[in-house]
């Protein structure tokens, strides 16, 4: 039943309200099997009980789910987008830095704000209350599922400032206790240790350098800042010596950890992984408590069932995913692999718990690496060994941040000799994640295709199965392998059906989009996708303003400027651009870049040429054109930069200045052509429509523009080949919009 109830919480999002009579069949049905003879039952008859009961569990869960969603639907921004509003609000949680900004999730009477400011008036925490002023827009593609899921589904970008108030009650206590924590933690160390303190005590990064979170993520090492079970376990490892000591009764101990927890996770910002281990953690005291026996895969499912409740969009949270996963792969396979490296009944103490240790290690990585793999199209090379080399160093920072975190609720306590050390593992942690977290640490990988999602679905759920069959057994009870079996098919179909349905979101939602915006005559092409920052194709003439389009956009900062040619209409505002917001790095062709960093402090400057590939997330930019020894040219349209952006089974070619007849370039079939130089004349386009044979095309023009573009013959040639035809100077900025299999030009 409870496994019912978890898949049709999760379901919730996808199925809306489901309808009454089916789920009183059911429940009419359950109640007939649950009426059965004495004695023994045929197993048939008992696993058909077994599943009405699920199929009911499940409707009550998706009933209860869609009641949920409807309260956390609440949009507490009434007015429409384009709106000046002034809202006012506690924060929620700490805020988080988006491109080039700042985002912050507010709790109002009417329901949740999220508010997007370029800079902050100081550090601001959880609980204080903060009066926001700006304009409401639609949430950026990237951001919006996310947002959906704290209950905002518009967002204000302006300014805010802090009004001086803070929540009170159970709540504002919680925040006092984590500000006193996180002055503790500060304490007698340096600011690049207390950060890492601050993230691994209380997953708070915020204060720590993007390019050490991006050290960490690469090296396998970033579940660290992100407070979850292993936080729960240190905090009780560390908690029952010392009641223990104190002379505290078992069941008082046992009280006391299950406060602890109760308090740890929300001043630790109660996030998906910190709630099912925070859940999973007081089920097994209690479980200890009452004298009977816990059973990690009920205490994962009753985690799952309770942070589902809470939200039942968190399994679309990829740390809510990360987190289950790494605990089931724990529970399937770090027994059998530390027997595998000595640590079985005859050895020592000490060889037990470095196989114990590293076991846990490579069973949380074999887990998660698939996720990791799907949602970020990485797997981290370096994970394994990186984590096996920081395993010394992370309990002792673990435990000596918490017990500086905890004498901090003391006034005047000696905290500087606890986070004085713990800094010091906090520094060789980072230490390692630098020498580790390089460029070369991960490998990118391929989107899966249905078959591999198919396949990984089925055997978790038969691992999961027949994990909870063995488990069976070493407690003496007699197992049941078909309904077991037919527990672990019905999770591998609910895990495929949420994967296929999450796929099919409206396109106004987007994953993936593609924004020709209108900046007069030139070119300026946003791309941008989920988990990465948008990436600018060429920054259109002085006069069109791409600043100002930009902040319309709600962007803040750009992974990198991809300059095509150094024309005017097409580098004239990469000043404005890098004065404007904070450019990670600036690419052009070869011949080009020099010219366009000539009088300016371009970052991290570097050359693109044919067979040079760009990561946008899940998205990639592969260049076409031109070739890296292509011989200079009078024309320097000739040698712009033409490149493919696909994503999943989308592609866009996006031509520069660059026409077919100079470059002759097989793209393969395409779905959407950013036409080449602003629609001028083009006598290899016949050609090119004819191999790439797109469905729309894209053409950045300026209106009433000297040059008679887009050239009529270029229209006529569109218009013959059945491509339908979108045009900035008519239109305005155009978007190209995916999700799924689907995509749409708004």
């Not at 179909?493 to 396109?507: K, R």
């Not at 894209?698 to 270029?714: F, L």
């Amino acid at each position: 039943m409870l496994a019912g109830a978890v898949c049709g919480l999760a379901a919730a999002p996808h199925l809306g309200a489901p309808p009454a009579p089916p789920a009183a069949g059911l429940a009419g049905i359950a109640g007939a099997l649950l009426v059965r003879p004495r004695g023994p039952v045929h197993p048939g008859l008992a696993t058909a009980w077994l599943c009405a009961l699920a199929a009911c569990a499940a409707l009550a869960g998706a009933h209860a789910g869609a009641a949920r969603l409807a309260a956390l639907e609440r949009d507490a921004l009434r007015p429409p987008v384009g709106a000046r509003v002034a809202v006012q609000g506690h924060l929620a949680q700490p805020p988080r830095r988006v491109t080039g900004g700042h985002l912050l999730v507010l709790r109002a009477a009417g329901g949740g704000i999220a508010v997007r400011t370029r800079e902050l008036p100081r550090e601001l925490s959880p609980g204080e209350v903060v009066r926001a002023r700006g304009t409401v827009r639609e949430p950026p593609p990237w951001q919006a599922g996310w947002l959906a899921r704290l209950g905002a589904a518009r967002l204000v970008v302006g300014e805010v400032a802090p009004t001086g108030g803070w929540r009170g009650g159970l709540a504002g206590a919680l925040d006092a206790v984590r500000e006193r924590a996180e002055r503790a933690l500060e304490s007698g160390t340096g600011a690049a240790a207390a950060a890492l303190l601050r993230g691994f005590v209380l997953g708070q990064d915020d204060r720590i350098p993007d390019d050490v979170r991006e050290e960490f993520r690469r090296s396998g090492l970033s579940h660290l800042l992100a407070v979850s079970g292993q936080n729960v376990m240190l905090l009780t490892l560390l908690a029952a010596p010392i009641l223990a000591l104190a002379g505290v009764p078992l069941r008082a101990r046992l009280v006391v950890l299950c406060a602890l927890i109760a308090v740890y996770v929300p001043v630790a910002g109660a996030g998906p992984s910190i709630q099912r281990a925070g859940v999973m953690g007081a089920a097994g005291i209690l479980a200890l408590a009452a004298g009977r026996p816990s059973s990690r895969w009920y205490a994962l499912g009753l985690a799952a069932a309770a942070t589902l409740a809470l939200d039942p969009r968190a399994s679309a949270d990829v740390g809510w995913q990360l987190s289950f996963a790494a605990v089931a792969g724990i529970g399937v396979l770090a027994r059998p692999l530390a027997r595998a490296l000595g640590g079985g009944p005859g050895a020592g103490p000490g060889r037990r718990a470095l196989a114990e240790g590293a076991a846990l290690t490579l069973a949380a990585t074999a887990a998660t690496a698939p996720l990791i793999a799907h949602h970020f199209g990485v797997v981290a090379l370096a994970a394994v060994p990186a984590n096996l080399l920081v395993l010394p160093a992370v309990a002792p920072a673990m435990w000596l941040g918490m017990l500086a975190g905890a004498l901090g609720q003391i006034p005047g306590a000696p905290v500087e000799p606890l986070s004085w050390l713990g800094g010091l593992c906090a520094g060789y942690i980072g230490w390692a994640a630098r020498v580790l977290g390089g460029p070369s640490a991960q490998l990118e990988v391929g989107e899966p295709g249905p078959a591999a999602v198919a396949a990984a679905a089925l055997a978790l759920g038969a691992a999961l199965a027949l994990g909870a069959a063995a488990a069976a057994r070493r407690r003496g009870l007699r197992s049941r392998p078909a309904p077991l079996l037919a527990a672990g098919a019905l999770a591998a179909a609910a895990a495929l059906a949420l994967a296929w349905g999450a796929g099919e979101a409206p396109v106004g939602r987007a994953e993936f989009e593609i924004a020709a915006l209108d900046v007069g005559q030139g070119d300026a092409i946003l791309v941008r996708t989920a988990g990465a920052p948008p990436v600018l194709i060429d920054t259109g003439p002085p006069e069109g303003d791409v600043a100002a389009r930009l902040r319309e956009e709600g962007v803040f900062m750009l992974g990198a400027v991809l300059v095509t040619h150094a024309d005017r209409d097409h580098a004239g505002a990469l000043a404005d651009v890098l004065a404007a917001v904070r450019v990670e790095r600036v690419a052009a062709p070869p011949g080009a870049l020099r010219r366009v960093c000539a009088k300016l402090a371009c970052p991290r400057p570097a050359r693109l040429a044919a067979g040079a590939r760009i990561r946008v997330g899940r998205a990639r930019l592969e260049v076409l054109w031109p070739p890296p020894a292509a011989p200079p040219s009078a024309e320097p349209n000739d040698r712009s930069l033409v490149m493919i952006a696909s994503y999943r089974g989308f592609r866009a070619l996006l031509t520069g200045d660059a026409e077919a007849e100079a470059a002759p370039v097989d793209p393969g079939p395409v779905d959407v052509l950013k036409v080449a130089h602003h629609g001028s004349a083009d006598a290899g386009l016949g050609a090119l429509l004819e191999r790439a044979s797109p469905e729309a095309a894209v053409i950045s023009v300026g209106a009433g523009n000297p040059y008679g573009h887009p050239a009529p013959g270029t229209l006529a040639e569109l218009r013959e080949h059945g491509v339908e035809v979108h045009r900035t100077d008519e239109e305005g900025t155009v978007r190209v919009r995916v999700a799924g299999d689907r995509w749409a030009v708004e």
